[in-house]
């Protein structure tokens, strides 16, 4: 019995964006599958899906006899000759299988086979799709809330936002649209969440047929991102963003820099009266975002990182990667920041410990006795 499937073919492989071979190659195997199991063969079926007749044929490989002991391994003489008038009696000839003989559980299987296949070849292609956007940012929109993540749909895919890659003060609901840097791309397995250096909870992949797709709002290459799309010179290589530190959803400092003497780096970065910087602060919340130009001499960058406190005085201690600096007593609230914000900021931004004094504490300390080696 002949079955039409090319428009099948056609609609499966439109919806799960497959290659309409694989489909056909599923079809064949999973039919196959079916026969094997209904009739106990191991190598005697073809199954052929002929695409200019768009019919799909199988036949078994049977025995010709003259008594038929065995209907599904033996055809009779007079039934062989109307698919080959020249057999004889003793000789295989493959037979027309129609496709209702087959028992429901076969046809179940051939449905599971036909089902995992097409499954583990969407899988494939949807994993080589998104690692290579792994980094990049995308738009999709809020589907649902479980357990504190976000659940968002990319399109052909459902991703998670967790709940620690989330800017706190951020609230969403069904039906917005968010962006967000797709941190992490796994074909198979869960991901970790670690919190001080130990796993704190495992994310399960959603749907177990397609990859796990992490997203972030508040990794510091998601305000990278944000720069690099609003600064054109930076993707044309002019300008270079050197190091970034985040408390997402509050400040951050991005350290910017160019080779061009006639290039102000910070001033491209922030854009004509801030608009640039006002754009990508606007996406995060209200983020505040400090541009600063880097330095190859640390102390001039560290310095700079502190912004917007002006130290006069300093003293780098290389061996420890330690600087003490000096503002005057009215600025330390300033160079510190509330909550020690800004202080924090400039470590993570430079890798320094950075001490900060009072200017009489810095002169006092600069009195006393220091350690030698030795």
């Known amino acids: 019995m002949a079955v039409k499937l090319k428009n099948v073919i056609e609609a499966v492989a439109k919806e799960k964006n497959v290659p309409e071979e694989i ?12 026969v094997k199991k209904e009739y106990g063969y191991k190598d005697n ?59 429901r559980i076969a046809l179940n299987a051939a449905k599971e086979v036909i089902t995992h296949k097409v499954a583990r070849v969407e899988k494939n292609i949807l994993f080589k799709e998104f690692k290579e956007l792994e980094g990049k940012i995308v738009t999709g929109t809020v589907r649902r809330f479980e357990d504190g993540d976000i659940i968002v749909d990319l399109g052909r895919i459902e991703a998670i936002l967790p709940e620690e890659e989330q800017i706190k003060k951020e609230k969403y609901r069904v039906g917005d649209r968010i962006r967000a840097l797709i941190l992490k791309v796994l074909k198979d397995g869960s991901y970790p969440v670690y919190e001080r250096g130990r796993v704190k909870r495992i994310i399960k992949p959603i749907d177990r047929d397609k990859p796990l797709v992490i997203l972030s709002r508040t990794h510091p290459n998601f305000l990278r991102k944000l720069i690099e799309i609003e600064v054109p010179e930076i993707q044309e290589g002019e300008i270079e963003i050197k190091a970034i530190a985040r408390e997402p959803g509050e400040r951050a400092k991005v350290a910017v820099w160019t080779e061009d003497k006639n290039i102000d780096p910070v001033g491209v970065v922030v854009g004509l009266k801030g608009s640039r910087i006002q754009n990508v602060s606007a996406e995060l919340s209200g983020e505040k975002i400090d541009v600063i130009e880097w330095d190859p001499d640390p102390a001039q960058f560290i310095l700079r ?7 006069k005085k300093w003293r780098l201690l290389e061996d420890e990667k330690r600087i003490e600096v000096a ?26 410990h950075i001490d900060i004094l009072s200017e009489e504490d810095f002169e006092r300390i600069q009195q006393l006795p220091r350690k030698t080696a030795g």
């Open 23 to 34: 489909i056909e190659k599923a079809l064949i195997d999973g039919i196959t599958a079916a």
């Open 45 to 103: 079926v073809k199954v052929i899906f002929d695409k200019d007749a768009d019919e799909l044929k199988v036949l078994l490989k049977k025995k010709v006899t003259p008594f038929v002991e065995n209907p599904k391994r033996d055809v009779s003489l007079e039934e062989a000759k109307e698919i080959d008038p020249k057999v004889e009696v003793g000789k295989y000839i493959y037979v027309p299988l129609n496709l209702e003989d087959l028992g």
């Open 305 to 311: 990182a502190l912004s917007p406190s002006n130290p």
């Open 327 to 352: 503002v005057p007593r009215n600025e330390l609230s300033l160079a510190i920041g509330k909550g020690g914000i800004n202080a924090k900021l400039a470590h993570k931004l430079t890798g320094w």
